[in-house]
């Protein structure tokens, strides 16, 4: 029987969010071939776990005294290590050279993973774009990548850096697909907190911003999970470090919270499949979220969470609360949303790419 892409988002869920049933993975990950395990080793990279899941692994093999499969899993251990080793270090200097030349930062997403990384580096400042730009081009001696309509509503800005094989992406201002959210953006930078890294340290937001970041990519952009997505989440929850009183006035600035519940309750239900026991949050998260794990598929490299009709909802949601209170800028970016997203799917039907439009 062929093995499937949900077969190897198994594996590496188990291993990411199930170490106690890594001996579950191992024989799955000992019975493909060569080919089977670059692909396994791709989707790791796609969900950003090969850290985390790979780790594991190798040390479930070398207890089980399968010797190929420990060094297959330590050589890809060690080409990470490289490569996150050489982006942080990149990163400190980027987020050192705004702060002191007057644009207040913090690392979106790309530290959430740690010990992964992102395929690239997303930041947040609340600097002018012309400020953000400029510090870029003249400190950092970066190229400016070439801009889509949604990077122009959204204010985001993409930069090459020399010697950085990760591209740095930049969201001045303002947060969403279209931009539309000010104030929920300007906590990023209020309400940030300080982590050390491999001897940096690095500006990140609070947690209840963590979760609003994720959920804004997750169920307003994307419609779609990683397995990092789950892990990180799920470690905030049983951490304790999620204060859910703030996360809700948050989510409420911008017309999200169900959104937020949505998110939790996905993270929840998925993390239930794989351990047996889901997420204790507050009961109005579960109650108020529009759908959970039980709708969500593997499907095309990641974890799918349909549009229609829960994505749809949401963002009617969305809208109603921005024009009730009379925030026109966000209602009219808002009400781009659906046309640009028409024009996306027709490029990408004609050509197999929505390039130049998300």
Same mark, same amino acid.
């Given at each position: ?30 019975? +493909? ?5 670059? $692909?396994?080793?791709? =989707?790791?990279? @796609?969900?950003? /776990?090969?850290?985390?899941? !790979? ?97 122009? +509503? ?5 930069? $090459?850096?020399?010697? =950085?094989?990760? @591209?740095?992406? /930049?969201?001045?201002?303002? !947060? ?183």
């Amino acid at each position: 029987m062929p093995v499937s892409e949900k077969d190897h988002i198994r594996a590496l869920s188990l291993l990411a969010l199930a170490p106690e049933r890594a001996n579950e993975a191992l024989e799955f990950v000992s019975a +493909l071939d060569e080919s089977g395990r670059e $692909k396994l080793l791709a =989707l790791a990279h @796609s969900h950003h /776990v090969v850290m985390r899941a !790979l780790s594991v692994l190798h040390e479930t093999a070398k207890a089980s005294g399968d010797e190929r499969i420990a060094y297959w899993s330590l050589r890809a251990i060690e080409r990470e290590t490289t490569r996150i080793g050489t982006a942080v270090s990149y990163l400190a200097d980027i987020c050192q050279q705004l702060e002191s030349n007057g644009c207040p930062v913090v690392v979106m997403k790309s530290l959430d993973h740690w010990p992964d990384l992102g395929n690239d580096l997303d930041l947040y400042s609340t600097a002018s774009e012309s400020k953000v730009v400029e510090v870029f081009t003249t400190k950092l001696r970066a190229e400016v990548e070439p801009r889509s309509w949604g990077d122009r +509503l959204a204010q985001k800005w993409n930069f $090459k850096i020399p010697g =950085l094989r990760e @591209s740095v992406e /930049v969201h001045v201002q303002r !947060l969403g697909q279209t931009g539309e959210h000010t104030a929920m953006a300007q906590r990023l930078v209020a309400r940030r907190q300080h982590r050390e890294l491999m001897g940096q340290n690095f500006p990140v937001p609070a947690p209840e911003e963590r979760v609003i970041t994720g959920t804004l990519q997750r169920m307003y952009r994307h419609f779609y999970f990683r397995i990092c997505d789950i892990a990180n989440t799920a470690a905030m929850v049983e951490n304790n470090l999620i204060d859910y009183k703030e996360l809700e006035k948050a989510a409420n600035l911008g017309g999200i919270w169900p959104g937020v519940c949505t998110y939790l309750n996905i993270v929840s239900d998925y993390v239930a499949e794989y351990r047996g026991d889901g997420l204790s949050m507050p009961a109005n998260i579960f109650e108020t979220a529009v759908c959970g794990g039980d709708e969500v598929h593997a499907k095309n490299l990641f974890l799918r969470v349909p549009i229609m009709p829960h994505g749809a909802a949401l963002y009617t949601r969305e809208v109603k609360t921005a024009a009730l209170r009379g925030d026109l800028g966000a209602t009219f970016r808002l009400s781009l949303l659906p046309p640009l997203a028409s024009v996306a799917a027709l490029a990408f039907k004609m050509t197999g790419s929505d390039k130049g439009i998300w």
